[in-house]
């Protein structure tokens, strides 16, 4: 079974400060891990993916995240806060070979001026 | 790429009645989603179809939940006999055929069941 936990419902930061949101995955096969963005009343936009090739992940908007198996971890990291990063960050993981994805239950990120 | 395309975006309807929502993906697109998203919940993965055959289900697909593809390309996702708990964010995404290719996502039909 695959499943994600995003810990801390919501994260503030200051405008430039480090963003740090966290995820911990469950996969009983190598996962597939994926990082999405949704604003307000509007769908959700891939950030980042992991699928096996390189543990550093760099994606959109400046954000990155780390796939480290011993700490069954992907966490989202951007080095400085823009008001625009204001939204609901979500998790996902899919089984290798699958198609349907299994979401966290969202991080909402607050930028503070 | 004019990206995912739902409608209705709200739909406010009476417990008991009928809904139909549609998605129009991506046009290159022949994999298709629907996605269900609670108030504070991530996404939860409904059904999936590959051109006009729907290969998974989830258990969260009651009986009153029927989805379609006929012609592999829009998809239609109805609801009969609505329930109050039925009330959420109805997510449609597509991918390519791609091993593990992104899912676009629309913006959603909101739906609100009194």
């Known amino acids: 079974a695959q499943s994600v936990t995003q810990l801390g419902s919501h994260v503030s930061v200051s405008e430039g400060a480090l963003v740090l949101l966290r995820c911990n995955y469950s996969?009983?096969?190598?996962?597939?891990l994926f990082w999405y963005v949704q604003y307000p009343n509007q769908g959700l936009q891939l950030l980042l993916k992991y699928t096996s090739a390189a543990t550093l992940v760099k994606g959109i908007n400046g954000f990155e995240a780390e796939f480290k198996k011993s700490e069954t971890s992907f966490h989202l990291t951007k080095p400085s806060a823009h008001m625009s990063d204001a939204a609901e960050y979500f998790c996902?993981?899919?089984?290798?070979?699958?198609?349907?994805?299994?979401f966290g239950t969202g991080t909402r990120l607050t930028v503070i001026p | 790429d004019t990206g995912v395309s739902q409608d209705p975006r709200h739909k406010i309807t009476k417990r008991g009645q009928n809904v139909t929502f549609r998605c129009d993906p991506i046009?290159?697109?022949?994999?298709l989603y629907w996605y269900r998203q609670t108030l504070g919940q991530g996404p939860e993965f409904l059904t999936y179809f590959q051109n006009e055959a729907q290969l998974e289900k989830s258990r969260l697909l009651s009986d009153r939940f029927s989805a379609e593809r006929p012609k592999g390309s829009f998809s239609t996702l109805e609801i009969q006999r609505t329930e109050q708990g039925d009330s959420a964010m109805y997510l449609c995404?597509?991918?390519?055929?791609?091993?593990?290719?992104?899912?676009?996502f629309g913006n959603g039909t909101r739906l609100t069941v009194t």
């Open positions: 995404a597509s991918s390519s055929q791609g091993f593990n290719s992104p899912l676009h």
């Open positions: 996902a993981v899919s089984r290798t070979g699958a198609n349907n994805l299994f």
């Open positions: 046009s290159e697109h022949n994999r």
């Open positions: 996969s009983s096969v190598p996962p597939y």
